[in-house]
T-cell receptor, first 115, second 112 residues
Framework: DTGVSQNPRHKITKRGQNVTFRCDPISEHNRLYWYRQTLGQGPEFLTYFQNEAQLEKSRLLSDRFSAERPKGSFSTLEIQRTEQGDSAMYLC?????????????FGQGTRLTVV | SQKIEQNSEALNIQEGKTATLTCNYTNYSPAYLQWYRQDPGRGPVFLLLIRENEKEKRKERLKVTFDTTLKQSLFHITASQPADSATYLCASMNTGFQKLVFGTGTRLLVSP
């Protein structure tokens, strides 16, 4: 399977715990995005990487959130001291950003439930 | 700020009819718009991209239009089928070509 892979698919955690999600993009894609989606809403941008460089972070991303993309390959999104408001679907997407052909390929998402 | 708006109410239609979904944008002029399909519990899947200099784009039973005067894109599914039931998202790249900005999506329900 050469699509975008996200792990885990589901995560239930207690409030205050730390969680980490992983995203493996399509191998030749240099851009990687993280989005958050809650029920009835469209995906909200969190952050993106161009290769290994994190180029933009949304105001939605508090200090408890951190993302990395070492060596420009897979990426991790960590949430520290989780809160109930962090419960959402976390989506990862990658694209090649060649000219204007910037369709994004999404993973299946990680569903986070904070109890 | 740049904004994409879609009708948040679900669209219910009968099988065989044409479904038409609307996407409006404000405060910017996107170079192109994209449409995605999202099924419950899954990530969005790319369907079509239309550039600002293209009036219309087709792919099988799908048709997308882009009206820069009205600041609107219409997404049509002809001869709709129950399998077309899903949420359809409109998106565009923000100024500076950095990130895709999504609308809230419109849920389509096609009844047999």
């Amino acid at each position: 399977d050469t699509g975008v892979s996200q792990n885990p698919r589901h995560k239930i955690t207690k409030r205050g715990q730390n969680v980490t999600f992983r995203c493996d993009p399509i191998s030749e894609h240099n851009r990687l995005y993280w989005y958050r989606q809650t029920l009835g809403q469209g995906p909200e941008f969190l952050t993106y990487f161009q290769n290994e460089a994190q180029l933009e972070k949304s105001r939605l991303l508090s200090d408890r959130f951190s993302a990395e993309r070492p060596k420009g390959s897979f990426s991790t999104l960590e949430i520290q001291r989780t809160e109930q408001g962090d419960s959402a679907m976390y989506l990862c997407a990658s694209s090649s950003h060649q000219g204007l052909n910037t369709e994004a390929f999404f993973g299946q998402g990680t569903r986070l439930t904070v109890v | 700020s740049q904004k994409i708006e879609q009708n948040s109410e679900a669209l219910n239609i009968q099988e065989g009819k044409t479904a038409t979904l609307t996407c409006n944008y404000t405060n910017y002029s996107p170079a192109y718009l994209q449409w995605y399909r999202q099924d419950p519990g899954r990530g969005p899947v790319f369907l079509l991209l239309i550039r600002e200099n293209e009036k219309e784009k087709r792919k099988e039973r799908l048709k997308v239009t882009f009206d820069t005067t009205l600041k609107q894109s219409l997404f049509h599914i002809t001869a709709s089928q129950p399998a077309d039931s899903a949420t359809y998202l409109c998106a565009s790249m923000n100024t500076g070509f950095q990130k895709l900005v999504f609308g809230t999506g419109t849920r389509l329900l096609v009844s047999p």
